[in-house]
């Protein structure tokens, strides 16, 4: 992974147990009614707000690790604005008994108690960018959505904000200045997390709304509507339906959309049963999902009504709505009887193209750049989709993606090749190359080999950041046992640095790049990459391609299919290394780690040289994945056959399509 976006990648990671991947512009479900209020001073004491002004509970969605009481950790929120001054107002009431303030000069979020307030101000249908804030005494952080033209210019400039404490108790009182998109009768995202660190080492966080990476991602934010004073509001109801009996589950929320204001539109929330009730200023609304298709594991089901449901709310009135109905029946399964790249003609492009769009808009991945080999030889590319969702920039032959833990082997080669030469041996303890101060107080660590490192046997974690303590340290005795491993590779690039004396991509250029002739692939930030790369997506919204300032061994690479399968097909041919070396890279290693419940491949798949082995019906193939959140991609080549697909997609949502290939390509629908 990118580890100059390690931080807000982790963080989506962790956060993103509440959201469905195929949700494209959807909000959480809760909403809010402010109304206006007088005059008003931040000053965290709330005498000055209206009598009776509502209250929203912020537990509503809790963290895995969950208070023992209300006195431990709990409160409210309320909401209004001023029209005077064009801003929104939240006063919070915050309960806790064991309130911790970090004064150190390494304060985050998660060593302390503290707020983030989470905003999207435009609320665009077409989907808009949030602004966060989050707010300690000590902390002043904020995340910027850049796509967007209120979010990425919000500073601290436009906040106000207070925290008072009195004995167990907080009040937070925040100021939005919404300028230019502040307009009565129009609703706004907006959403938080408090976040609660306790003195026996507990940290836990309450939300509003469920829906996780609140700091970046507006799917993730309820809805609050600006009302005219008095406003008095219509009751709407309505219901979703399978259109037959069946267990599969509802979508979560649905859309009402304001006939006559754009800017006024909201989700609600449906029960277990698909019904919903939620409350509305008067006027025509169009009912609907938010989004075409929903998703059971991999089965894809429309979601669109056959006619637009269109209702009148009248002020104090109850309004039920005519119920959606949704086929029970799946779309069609696209993955052929056999695998298509068996019989690959010109005329099979049609198919492919087929293929790889209607997933595109299934799992609303926006751009996929793919390859395919067959008989040893590339026989088809081709790109699909935007680089950017927001500027709509296409995906073309020299559009460069991240290329994630897909490094991995090509660094492993040149390794290889170094140590046929004798410049590196695979079995000496790297320490006697170059120790290693972030792991030396373990002994243990002196028996780590460039070969542990290779086949993922280090006992080193994926990355340090995953420890609680931030300390990296082994899981096992080097050599022991499996354990896929980023950390190793980037003490490994250390090590060839060290003893070929030149930077790893200069090693690289001499015994991969040139070579194989995989030009047009970086590893580092440079003016070239920076104008060909895409965007990274979570959700359909792009993040910010932050390009690594130095190369990372394990997650760096940037490249994109059609050069790629210069490599692949340099491994199919068996070049460059001897024939021992190939026997080795493409033998059992390790066996895999699997979870309690994950579902184990159906044919025996074992870890190689930083490679994945399979041993299919079609013989063994060879191939690697990479996933750095907002970027995936595979390559796989079917040694026997000499055939073999390659794709790298800007999207966390592109799992499907990439556990598709090898049955659409190679496998066939009924091969196991």
Same mark, same amino acid.
């Given at each position: 992974m990118?580890?100059?976006k390690?931080?807000?990648?982790?963080?989506?990671?962790?956060?993103?147990c509440?959201l469905?991947?195929?949700?494209l512009?959807a909000?959480n479900?809760?909403?809010?009614?402010?109304y206006?209020?007088?005059?008003i001073?931040?000053?965290?004491?709330f005498?000055?707000?209206p009598?009776?002004?509502?209250?929203?509970?912020?537990?509503?969605?809790l963290?895995?690790?969950?208070?023992k009481?209300?006195?431990?950790f709990s409160?409210?929120?309320?909401?209004?604005?001023?029209?005077?001054?064009?801003?929104?107002?939240i006063a919070?009431?915050?309960t806790?008994d064991d309130?911790?303030?970090?004064?150190?000069?390494n304060?985050?979020?998660n060593t302390?108690?503290?707020?983030? &307030?989470?905003?999207?101000a435009?609320? *665009?249908?077409?989907? %808009? #960018?949030?602004?966060?804030?989050?707010?300690?005494k =000590? $902390? !002043?952080?904020?995340?910027?959505a850049?796509?967007d033209?209120?979010?990425?210019?919000?500073?601290?400039?436009i906040m106000?904000?207070?925290?008072?404490?009195?004995?167990?108790?907080?009040?937070?009182?925040?100021?939005?200045?919404?300028g230019?998109?502040?307009?009565?009768?129009?609703?706004?995202g907006?959403?938080?997390?408090?976040?609660?660190?306790?003195n026996d080492?507990?940290?836990?966080?309450?939300?509003?709304?469920?829906?996780?990476s609140?700091?970046?991602?507006?799917?993730?934010?309820?809805?609050?509507? &600006?009302?005219?004073?008095?406003?008095k *509001?219509?009751t709407? %109801? #309505?219901?979703?339906?399978?259109?037959?009996?069946? =267990? $599969? !589950?509802l979508p979560?929320?649905?859309?009402?959309?304001?006939?006559?204001n754009?800017?006024?539109?909201?989700?609600?929330?449906?029960?277990?049963?698909?019904?919903?009730?939620?409350n509305?200023?008067e006027g025509?609304?169009?009912?609907?999902?938010?989004?075409a298709?929903?998703?059971d594991?991999n089965?894809?089901?429309?979601?669109?009504?056959e006619?637009?449901?269109i209702?009148s709310?009248?002020?104090?009135?109850?309004?039920?709505?005519?119920?959606i109905?949704?086929?029970v029946?799946?779309l069609?399964d696209?993955i052929p009887?056999k695998g298509?790249?068996?019989?690959?003609?010109?005329?099979?492009?049609?198919d492919?193209d087929?293929?790889?769009?209607?997933?595109?808009?299934?799992?609303?991945?926006p751009?996929?750049?793919?390859?395919l080999?067959?008989?040893?030889?590339?026989?088809?590319?081709?790109?699909?989709?935007v680089?950017?969702?927001?500027?709509?920039?296409k995906v073309?032959?020299?559009?460069l993606f991240?290329?994630a833990s897909?490094?991995?082997?090509?660094?492993?080669?040149?390794?290889?090749?170094?140590?046929?030469?004798?410049i590196?041996?695979?079995?000496?303890?790297?320490?006697?190359?170059?120790?290693?101060?972030?792991?030396e107080?373990d002994?243990?660590?002196?028996?780590m080999t460039a070969?542990?490192v290779l086949?993922?046997r280090?006992g080193?974690?994926?990355?340090?950041?995953?420890?609680?303590?931030?300390?990296?340290?082994l899981r096992?005795?080097?050599?022991?046992?499996?354990n896929?491993?980023?950390?190793?590779?980037e003490?490994?690039?250390?090590?060839?640095?060290?003893?070929?004396?030149?930077k790893?991509?200069?090693?690289?250029?001499?015994?991969?790049?040139?070579?194989?002739?995989?030009?047009?692939?970086f590893?580092?930030k440079n003016d070239?990459?920076?104008?060909?790369?895409a965007?990274?997506?979570?959700?359909?919204?792009?993040?910010?391609?932050?390009?690594p300032?130095?190369?990372?061994?394990?997650?760096?690479?940037?490249?994109?299919?059609?050069?790629f399968t210069?490599?692949?097909?340099?491994?199919?041919?068996?070049?460059g290394?001897?024939?021992?070396s190939?026997e080795?890279?493409?033998?059992k290693?390790?066996?895999?780690n699997?979870d309690?419940?994950?579902?184990?491949?159906?044919v025996?798949?074992?870890?190689g040289?930083?490679?994945?082995?399979?041993?299919t019906?079609?013989g063994?193939?060879?191939?690697h994945g990479?996933?750095?959140?907002?970027?995936k991609?595979?390559f796989e080549v079917?040694k026997?056959?000499k055939?073999?697909?390659?794709?790298?997609t800007n999207?966390?949502?592109s799992?499907?399509?990439?556990?598709a290939?090898?049955?659409?390509?190679?496998e066939?629908?009924?091969?196991?």
């Open positions: 990118n580890m100059a390690t931080f807000n990648k982790t963080i989506w990671i962790l956060s993103f509440f469905f991947c195929q949700h512009f909000h479900g809760e909403v809010a009614y402010a206006p209020l007088g005059k001073t931040v000053d965290g004491d005498s000055d707000w009598p009776g002004t509502t209250k929203y509970m912020i537990g509503t969605y963290s895995d690790t969950k208070p009481d209300a006195t431990d409160g409210f929120f309320q909401v209004g604005y001023r029209l005077d001054n064009r801003s929104m107002y919070f009431t915050v806790d309130f911790i303030e970090d004064t150190t000069q304060v985050r979020f302390q108690d503290c707020l983030e &307030l989470c905003i999207d435009r609320h *665009l249908r077409a989907g %808009s #960018g949030v602004a966060s804030f989050m707010y300690s =000590k $902390l !002043r952080n904020t995340n910027n850049f796509y033209a209120f979010s990425r210019n919000a500073s601290w400039d106000e904000v207070v925290v008072v404490r009195r004995g167990n108790m907080r009040f937070y009182e925040w100021r939005i200045m919404l230019d998109e502040f307009a009565v009768g129009k609703s706004v907006f959403d938080f997390q408090v976040f609660d660190k306790d080492g507990s940290f836990s966080f309450a939300s509003w709304g469920k829906g996780g609140k700091y970046m991602n507006p799917k993730g934010l309820g809805d609050v509507i &600006l009302l005219p004073a008095n406003e *509001l219509a709407l %109801s #309505g219901a979703i339906r399978w259109d037959k009996q069946s =267990k $599969l !589950r979560g929320e649905v859309r009402v959309n304001s006939v006559s754009e800017k006024l539109w909201l989700e609600t929330k449906l029960d277990s049963t698909g019904n919903y009730t939620i509305v200023p025509k609304y169009e009912i609907m999902l938010p989004d298709y929903l998703t594991g089965k894809v089901y429309a979601t669109a009504a006619k637009p449901v209702v709310a009248k002020a104090g009135k109850k309004i039920m709505a005519t119920a109905t949704m086929p029946s799946p069609p696209l009887a298509i790249l068996h019989d690959f003609t010109t005329a099979s492009a049609k492919v087929r293929f790889i769009e209607t997933y595109q808009t299934y799992y609303s991945i751009g996929v750049s793919l390859a080999i067959r008989d040893g030889r590339l026989v088809y590319h081709k790109t699909y989709g680089r950017n969702t927001m500027t709509s920039e073309d032959e020299n559009t991240e290329a897909i490094t991995k082997p090509v660094f492993a080669f040149a390794v290889q090749r170094l140590a046929e030469r004798g590196i041996d695979l079995d000496k303890p790297l320490y006697l190359y170059l120790p290693y101060p972030d792991i107080y002994e243990r660590y002196k028996l070969r542990h086949t993922h280090t080193f974690p994926n990355w340090r950041y995953m420890n609680a303590d931030g300390k990296l340290n096992f005795t080097p050599g022991t046992a499996y896929y491993s980023g950390e190793g590779f003490y490994l690039k250390m090590v060839v640095e060290k003893i070929t004396g030149k790893v991509e200069q090693v690289l250029k001499e015994e991969v790049i040139e070579p194989v002739g995989l030009y047009h692939t590893f580092s070239s990459l920076q104008r060909m790369v965007y990274g997506h979570f959700d359909g919204l792009p993040s910010n391609n932050d390009l300032e130095s190369p990372g061994m394990a997650y760096s690479m940037h490249t994109e299919a059609g050069i210069k490599f692949m097909i340099y491994l199919l041919e068996q070049k290394l001897n024939a021992q190939y080795t890279m493409f033998k290693h390790s066996d895999f699997y309690p419940g994950d579902e184990k491949p159906k025996p798949s074992y870890m040289m930083s490679l994945e082995i399979r041993e019906a079609f063994k193939s060879f191939g990479g996933n750095n959140g907002d970027f991609c595979k079917y026997d056959l055939m073999g697909y390659v794709v790298f999207s966390n949502t799992d499907y399509l990439l556990e290939l090898r049955k659409f390509f190679v066939g629908r009924d091969t196991p």
